[in-house]
């Protein structure tokens, strides 16, 4: 009996484990039963269903996902346009979900793999590979076919929509960053003004920082935003990339970069001037500090006006605190990374031709200036109207001309900018020089993870055309 | 002469005394087949194909998504702080749930409020637990700097899962906060079942209480505490919530244990067939494992 017990529980055992380990096998795959998505359309066979859903009867029901939360004032700004597209076309229910944001990328995934895509949806780091995988439909017949006037998006932002040399998306946003800066803590140290050279910040910082107070707020606990909102903006004011233009192979072992980085690095481990929870501190924990009076600077887009606020309804634009360009090195230019999210519609949605017409709809310019209203909007024409001819957009304005992707549309740019977030949690803690670091990423992306996505034949980039 | 033909014996019909207790199980067998079952075994076969996000042909590959996986020079980091991980989950969890049994088996005014708000950790999810930690951990704002900084025994505003050096121990500490409310009902429910007459019996004989705990305490906890530890450190080695919520796997890998890695390989760089390669071997080497520790724990059962 004790044998057969024994026996029997060893087997529930082993059991458990394996489901318990099966569970993360699991999440790893769609599997072959799940419908694969259809192949995209072609672009005549695009046209005639556009022209065809004209005048189609019925309501349909248009799913549709962003990433920004429903309590947000961005997502309120979209709504607005939203609502106005379903009261102009009744035939036409748009349901929104919204998963969360640091989520977002993995719930898209999982979905293209489990044939359940939304049919319209905001699209990020995964997007070169929904597109190279078919899970997204082309648009460049439906540009065409509404007469979309792509030369009025900002090229930068308009090329990250491409992937071999088609488009597969549409800029919604397009954002660079400024400098949020305390005015009460920089007027108690003795500035009226925000610093605007690389040794103005180090000495205004170093100044600032006493008492509980810190000069510089740094967002290390999120990968997009550490490489983003606070450390791009280095590199690109000194001309740095991390990535070559042909996207062939890693440009952190040069010059350019490595002085940007290491005076990034230098804030912290030099200077201290950053506050001691930077490694952990998301954009949230960086709007806290901020409105709380224990950051005096920090890197930022404009929506962060309203973030501060909401932490803080005490304090006043233009009186307690204000935005300025980021400064620069002296004899160079402004520079911050360019952010901003996509639209794409999935090729397994039925209703693409209701798609089709939210698309349309979001793109005018004037419906591109509502949506964007907290961020920056992809179009010129957009900018002639409210709140972007605000005069307090200036500094962003300024930046915008040489704001860049920090790591360009391509297959292997979400390993590219893992590989670097890691990078520079070790440069932050001080494990290794920014020299050392650069080169070793750049040894590590040439020799190891390049290669793999050309061995793989998806080559290593998006091939845009120039727009 | 009469040929007789051989007596066939008529077929067994089975009654519906035999039948009916399948068909109590046969609703959990169904869900668990296709909850747990179907994904492992396709999660098997998709680690045999160059399955990526990037294209939609997916070839067979045999075993080489298996070698590609040993040479990820990352992979020897992550075990190491996998199995840090869970084993240091396992035992604070053991000793933590030990003492607080052992207390709550005494009789006393309360005992029932106290044995249900205890179990609160454990039920609370995953995601609100590292929300709570992550504020109490909080270099400026936390608790834990604030009790322990005037102490000075830890550098001050010292950033607990900023710091590698801290990540690991103090991403351990919420878990098992999280996870000895396990650890406590089982030994509870372990600790009712022991006769008092041997307690009574030991201390007429002038045992002491460690006497008491090392002699018959602990003998009479073995199977609870085997089937116990095994579970914990299966469900330790497969955690994802608690460390993803709370340090994503960094800073620079010192958190990033294997659900974590298994997870950015798949969803992060869309290589499916890796991931589900690293995950089929990882449950066999860990089912393996459990039934060498679970014959070990067998043979010295039957010696003792």
Redesign the interface.
Known sequence: MATHASFSRRNFLIGMAGAATSSVVAACGGGSSAPAPKPAPTAAAAAVSTAASTGTAGTVELAYWSQLQPETQRWKDNQVVIDAFMQANPGIKVTTEHPAFADFDTKLVTAARAGTPPDMSEVSDSFPQLAKGGYLAQLDQFAQDVKLDLKDYYEGKLQTCYVDGKLWALPITADCRGLWWNMNLLKDAGFDQPPTSWDQLVATAQKVTRGGVYGWGVQGGNQGFMICEQFSAFFIQNDGKIISDDQTKAMTDQPEWITGATYWQELTTKYKVTQPSAATDDQNATYALFAQGKLAMFPGGPWARAEIQRNNPNLTFGKDFSASVVPYPTGKHPGTCQGGWLHSIWTASKVQDAAKKLMAYYHTPENIAQEAANSMPTRRSATNFKPFNDPWYKPFWDTMPYALAPVPTMAAGAEISTTLYKLLQSMLLGQQTADQAGKAFAKDVNERILPRYVAAGVGSGCDCPEV | MIAVAPAVPAPRRLTYRQIYPYLLIAPSLTV?ALV??Y??V??????FF???????SRPFVGFDNYRVVFQIPQLGTVMRVSLTWALGSVVGEAILGMVVALMLNRAFRGRGFFRSLLVVPWVMPAVVTAVIW?WLY???FGVVNQVFGPLGLFPD???W????NTALWAVMVANIWRGFPFWMIMILAGLQAIEPELYEAARVDGARAWQLFRYITLPNLRIVLT?TS??SF??N??N?TLVYAL??G????STKIL?IF?????????R??E??AM??F??VL??ML??VY??TL?LRSREV
Not at chain 2, 161 to 164: H, K
């Open positions: 668990f747990l079952v994904p492992f396709d999660g098997v076969r998709i680690s160059q399955d990526t996000l990037m294209s939609q992550r909080h270099s400026e505003k010292e950033n899962l900023g710091d590698p089937i095994i579970l299966v469900g080695f497969n994802f340090t994503e960094g800073p620079v890998d659900p298994i997870w950015e390989t798949a969803f992060k760089f869309t499916f067939g991931a589900a995950a089929t990882f449950a860990m089912a459990i039934l679970a014959r067998r």
